[in-house]
């Protein structure tokens, strides 16, 4: 596992966006899992910057999403896919016909989490997937208690989850109280993963991921598990380790 802590969000959000240029410069026709939140704005707004001017080519990039709110049809200003369109994919040279974002409005749910499963396969898998992480060690909508081995399938958002939700719809009706995700299982099967996070908030969790033992209680703590998994952290995040983390190797701090 290589980890890296940067100074703050701007710092972790230049280094992401090195990691995510050079996978598309090296490989033009990546597979690249993209991330919803807070957290990964600064890296697209970035990727925008470097397709405005520095040519980064998306047109032969195919694209997966972790996950969907349930019940929201795309252009709901709330639902993950109008945030990947308005924050990225609108700005930059990305075919449409290779973006996959799970269907919120699917009719038959179950067989449209198999069907994103199969694409993923048939595209050859995900070469670079971006995760950020929540403040109880959730990725995607895996929250606490998933199995490490689960795919893409509906999940029920915690009391939690929805109540942090609610001040974004204006409809409490709206509120989503199901999720669908790409599961652990299939996160841990993108050949690099890139985790990202920053602020004192995820301090805990990011420490629980990567110090302490593997459990389903912190679905993040799989990346552990995974032959490249590559973290950038700012100081806040990574204020909880009592490890210091260099590319790789932790040494107790003093
Ligand atoms: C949501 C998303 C996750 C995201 C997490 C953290 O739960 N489903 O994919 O990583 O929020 O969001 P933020 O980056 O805003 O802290």
Redesign the pocket.
């Known amino acids: 596992m290589l980890v890296e802590v940067v100074d703050d969000y701007e710092a972790m959000s230049d280094r992401a966006t090195e990691v995510v240029t050079e996978q598309i410069r090296k490989k033009p026709d990546s597979v690249i899992g993209f991330?919803?939140?807070?957290?990964?704005k600064g890296l697209y707004n970035r990727l925008i910057d470097a397709h405005e001017n520095r040519g980064l080519d998306f047109s032969k990039v195919t694209t997966f999403n972790?996950?969907e709110y349930v019940g929201l049809p795309p252009e709901h200003e709330q639902s993950y896919a109008h945030y990947m369109w308005s924050n990225l994919f609108d700005h930059v040279n990305v075919n449409p016909g290779r973006v996959h974002i799970p269907q919120g409005m699917a009719n038959d749910i179950d067989e449209h989490c198999q069907w994103y499963e199969r694409r993923i396969e048939e595209a050859g898998g995900i070469d670079l997937q971006i995760?950020?992480?929540?403040?109880n060690g959730?990725?995607?909508?895996n929250e606490p208690g998933s199995s490490l081995g689960s795919r893409t399938r509906i999940k029920t958002l915690t009391t939690k989850?929805v109540e942090d939700n609610a001040r974004f719809f204006d409809d409490p009706e709206m509120v989503p109280e199901y999720?669908i995700?790409m599961g652990v299982g299939t996160i841990m099967e993108a050949k690099t993963v890139l985790l990202l996070a920053s602020g004192e908030r995820?301090a805990q969790a990011m420490k629980k991921a990567l110090e302490e033992p593997l459990t389903a209680m912190v679905p993040a703590s799989m990346v552990q598990m995974h032959r490249s998994a590559h973290v950038i952290v700012d100081d806040e995040a990574a204020s909880q380790f009592d490890y210091r983390h260099h590319h790789g190797i932790a040494e107790p701090k003093d």
Do not use: E, R
Not at 131 to 135: F, K, P
């Open positions: 991330a919803t939140g807070g957290t990964p972790l996950d995760l950020g992480i929540g403040a959730h990725i995607a909508f989850t999720a995700t995820k």
